[in-house]
């Protein structure tokens, strides 16, 4: 969990992953905005893989290495994409930018300089109401030329 | 003095970044790296020890009787600590914010499928969902009013005391009898919308263990909430305290009440904390939705293309319950002929009570509506004319000196047709060959439906506008405090009001506009909470203007103060002092010189000031609907262009482009931003957001099903944002949230028209609407 160990014990089987990080870890980051794999605002590294936290199950994540957006930077440190996020005006409500924070995290480790096409398929299963993504679509091409830059 | 009052969560605490700049720049907001770290407490990510989870009840039925309801099964289910019905309720059992006739708890009826019935509270939330589902509720079902004419007709059954018109308004503007040579007419179906903030409704209700209660909440509103709960829990307002939590965006959907009241009810009956966190599907039904309406249009021209007269009868259904249906109703029919100068007008509208889900405020709040329709008329007319229809809404657009058919005169810059000049000029995407486009580009986009065969392009064009502020004498002030001093060292200057962060950058407007008149470079806003008086609703288009002029007041007290000291410290030299300013910290006197610093200045010393602003005033509507009942206007045009696959009625939208008009750009990011997001919403509304409603049941109370555009459905913006200042608004600022969601959709419509050549009536468009189906 983000390099340490977690453990939480009488987990309910029926417990979906999100639940278990939001709540009885008090990981709040991963957000819980629709809880039926629609939105992308969950999503989390799970053994490397970008999944939707709300879709799997607590107990399917037993002895699993888990990335969330607060294990993304150094405590006090904001990641480039973080960083690009907040400069370019992406982050409004903010309740979207965790889940696409590690999206795009996601994206730019296949692809360091995607086109704006491949940014939209990327990102498509995340939800935003707030900005209208043009700003989401700058924040990727910043964070991407920063990270090219000093990856 | 206050402190900033922490919210129960367990997340790392970060400070907020300072206001680094002031009006006209593009602050980054402070609350900024909490949001992109995850630490930012949204009010579904509270937490307290010992906290219990509440559930809510619902009804299955849009309509029935409730004859009787046994909670003691539920009672008795592992981890229960509460069930509640309104048997149980202290205080007033109905709240609303116009008219109180929704229950905190329904008794005798449900009136909506989803309405609350009973509350658990239990230690873990299946726990509170298996026992919520244990309560039995004797029901016996009645038919539902589902179609809103029949409840103008007065058949079928009576939903409330004094029947179901809601409220019906007649506006009569110059003659009621004029003729026209040309004349066009329509009718226009426009379904119901849902706000959909990403954040579901949500908080944490603290009891203080004295019989009051913290409300830890995500509202629009803290004031109104306060005074609703205050009235339910039978307690005085003072023990009811509330604290905004982060808002995962609103949009109108978080002015009622959803989960406060329940939240508190729990919490004050066992003594634990309690969170209530509702599920996207419950939220679907949770909170009110965008009205949907049935609008018959005509208009009459003279053959050069000059409006005569418009007739329009507006028929929004209003659902369950009251919300702020009878001032939606009011814009719909005070903006209805659009921004163009019309001599003659009657318009009638009229907003019911149903059986379907309540109808409320959502961003545009009757001017959405309307908008489809007016638009699609003038593009009619233009083609009885034989007009370019942008040439059509020059010769009529609004000027200052004209009148709204409310018989209010235009005052100050009316740009209409400057806005869509400006749009007009703007460069179109290129037309490549749609056989070589990039299948993301095109309708269907990666289902690989089309290579390009069959795709039509099509160009539109609308303008809109609404109000800012709120309308028909309805009292607008918000609170600002402010205090200065000096923190660890340096002069720091603190905003605390009760106005609502909703996403829209409120905080950072606050700071920046203290950065400026005080000019203090460190400036912190306190969290929103119930400890300073109203800011009023983050609704209207208003707070930049509202609880900006608050704070703009508020700090020119400050700094009166903190002049006053400086002229008894130092001593007027010969009366300079009258022109002395701050800025970088410091006082300035005229000649630019430093006089003293604030440090110095302050020592010890708070200088701490709380004003309310209160913009002039509105007036009613009277019986002919006429009446100086809106504050201020906000204008808006667009553009779009769009591909359809005419096979298969499929389509894409290629770009937006905007002009507004937004007096002064307090943020210019964050103006942008509003452009976008708005234009998006609109985006959605023309082409596929419906919620489905099918015999006062949603169909589709899901995002599976209910779809709200993707990155892949919206289009770039192209945007010119005009500073034309308004002389009697702080900064010359005009409200900018809600213009974009008007035109934006309307401007979809008819570039789909322009494809397709059809007449597409109905909103959102579907496919079956473009094809022969
Ligand atoms: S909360 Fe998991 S996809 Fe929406
Ligand atoms: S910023 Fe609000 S949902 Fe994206």
Not at chain 1, 15 to 42: T, Y
Not at chain 2, 490 to 516: F, M, N
Request: glycine letters at 10%; hydrophobic letters at 40%; aromatic letters at 4%.
């Amino acid at each position: 969990m983000n390099g340490e160990v977690r453990e939480a014990d009488q987990v309910w089987p029926g417990e979906s992953l999100l639940w278990f990080l939001r709540e009885r870890l008090g990981l709040p980051g991963a957000k819980n905005a629709c809880e039926q794999g629609e939105c992308g605002s969950c999503s989390i590294y799970l053994e490397g893989n970008l999944v939707c936290a709300c879709l799997v199950l607590a107990g399917q994540a037993q002895d699993s290495d888990i990335i969330t957006v607060e294990g993304l930077a150094e405590p006090g440190a904001l990641h480039p994409i973080q960083a690009a996020f907040l400069e370019t005006g992406a982050v409004q409500c903010g309740f979207c930018t965790p889940g696409l924070i590690v999206a795009t995290h996601d994206l730019l480790r296949r692809n360091s300089e995607p086109s704006d096409a491949q940014i939209k398929e990327a990102l498509a299963g995340n939800l935003c109401r707030c900005t209208g993504y043009a700003k989401i679509i700058a924040a990727v091409h910043l964070a991407a030329g920063r990270l090219v830059l000093a990856p | 003095m206050i402190e900033a009052r922490p919210l129960p969560t367990r997340q790392r605490p970060v400070a907020q970044s300072a206001i680094t700049g002031g009006i006209g720049e593009s602050v980054k907001r402070p609350e900024g790296v909490l949001k992109v770290s995850g630490d930012f407490p949204y009010s579904s990510d509270l937490w307290a020890e010992g906290m219990l989870w509440g559930s809510t009840l619902r009804s299955p039925h849009p309509y029935a009787r409730i004859r009787a309801i046994d909670t003691t099964q539920a009672a008795a289910m592992p981890g229960v600590h509460s069930v509640l019905t309104h048997a149980d309720l202290p205080g007033r059992k109905v709240y609303g914010l116009e008219i109180a006739d929704q229950p905190v708890l329904a008794f005798d009826c449900v009136r909506y499928q989803g309405e609350a019935v009973a509350l658990v509270a239990a230690e873990h939330p299946e726990q509170a969902r298996r026992a919520a589902a244990k309560v039995r509720v004797d029901y016996e079902v009645l038919e539902p009013l589902s179609d809103p004419e029949l409840a103008i007709s007065g058949e079928g059954p009576s939903l409330h005391e004094g029947g179901n018109i809601l409220r019906r308004l007649r506006i009569e503007h110059g003659d009621q009898n004029a003729r026209a040579e040309v004349v066009v007419s329509g009718e226009y179906v426009i379904g119901m919308q849902d706000q959909a903030p990403l954040g579901p409704e949500s908080g944490l209700a603290v009891p203080d263990g004295e019989g009051g209660v913290d409300l830890y909440i995500a509202t629009q509103w803290l004031h109104v909430d306060r005074d609703q709960l205050a009235a339910v829990l039978a307690l005085p307002p003072e023990r009811v305290r509330l604290t905004l939590a982060g808002v995962g965006g609103a949009f109108g959907g978080r002015e009622d009440l959803s989960m406060q009241a329940h939240a508190c009810l729990l919490a004050l009956r066992t003594g634990r904390p309690v969170k209530i966190v509702y599920g996207r599907q419950e939220s679907f039904v949770g909170h009110v939705h965008r009205h949907p309406g049935r609008l018959r249009y005509e208009h009459g021209a003279d053959r050069n293309g000059r409006l005569v007269y418009v007739k329009a009868s507006i028929v929004l259904d209003g659902g369950a319950y009251a919300s702020s249906s009878t001032a939606v109703i009011s814009n719909a029919c005070s903006f209805a002929s659009g921004p163009y100068a019309v001599p003659n007008a009657t318009i009638e509208g009229w907003v019911v009570y149903t059986n379907n889900p309540p109808c409320g405020a959502m961003r545009g709040f009757g001017s959405v509506q309307n908008c489809f329709a007016h638009e699609a008329q003038m593009d009619k007319l233009a083609q009885a004319l034989g007009l370019d229809p942008v040439e059509l809404r020059l010769r009529n657009a609004f000027q200052t000196g004209d009148t709204l058919v409310t018989g209010q005169p235009l005052e100050g810059p009316i740009p209409v047709a400057e806005l869509l000049q400006r749009v007009l000029s703007m460069p179109l995407p290129e037309t490549a060959d749609a056989s070589r486009r990039d299948l993301r580009e095109l309708p269907g986009g990666v289902s690989n439906t089309t290579h390009g065969e069959g795709v039509r392009r099509g160009v539109g064009y609308a303008a809109g506008f609404k109000n800012v502020g709120y309308s028909e004498g309805f009292p607008d002030y918000s609170t600002a405090r402010v205090t200065l001093r000096v923190v660890e060292g340096r002069a720091q200057a603190e905003v605390h009001t009760a106005s609502a962060e909703v996403g829209q950058g409120l905080v950072t407007i606050q700071g920046q506009i203290a950065h400026t008149e005080l000019g203090v470079s460190q400036v912190v806003v306190l969290n929103a909470d119930t400890r300073v008086g109203s800011g009023g609703s983050s609704s209207a288009s208003r707070q930049t203007y509202i609880t900006g002029g608050a704070v703009k007041t508020a700090c020119e007290a400050v700094r009166q103060r903190v002049l006053e000291m400086a002229r008894s410290e130092l001593g007027d030299q010969a009366g300079s002092g009258e022109n002395w300013r701050l800025a970088d910290d410091s006082l300035i006197d005229t000649s630019g010189r430093t006089v003293i610093d604030l440090v110095t200045l302050l020592g010890d010393e708070v200088v701490s000031e709380e004003r309310e602003y209160r913009p002039r005033p509105t007036e009613p509507l009277d019986e002919r609907g006429q009446g100086k009942a809106h504050l201020q206007l906000a204008f808006a045009a667009h553009r779009a262009v769009v591909d359809v696959d005419v096979e298969l009625g499929l389509v894409h939208v290629v770009e937006l482009a905007t002009a507004q008009d937004v007096g002064k750009a307090i943020n210019p990011l964050a103006v942008e931003g509003q452009l976008e997001g708005g234009a998006a919403q609109g985006l959605g509304l023309a082409i596929m957001e419906q919620v489905l409603v099918k015999d006062g049941k949603i169909m589709n109370p899901s995002f599976t099903d209910y779809l709200i555009p993707t990155i892949l459905d919206m289009p770039p913006v192209r945007m010119e944002v005009l500073e034309l200042g308004d002389p009697r608004s702080p900064y010359g600022l005009k409200g900018v949230g809600e213009p974009p969601a008007i035109s934006s959709g309307p401007a979809v419509l008819a570039a789909i028209r322009a494809a397709t050549g059809r007449e597409v009536s109905h909103v959102p468009v579907r496919p079956d609407d473009l094809l022969d189906l």
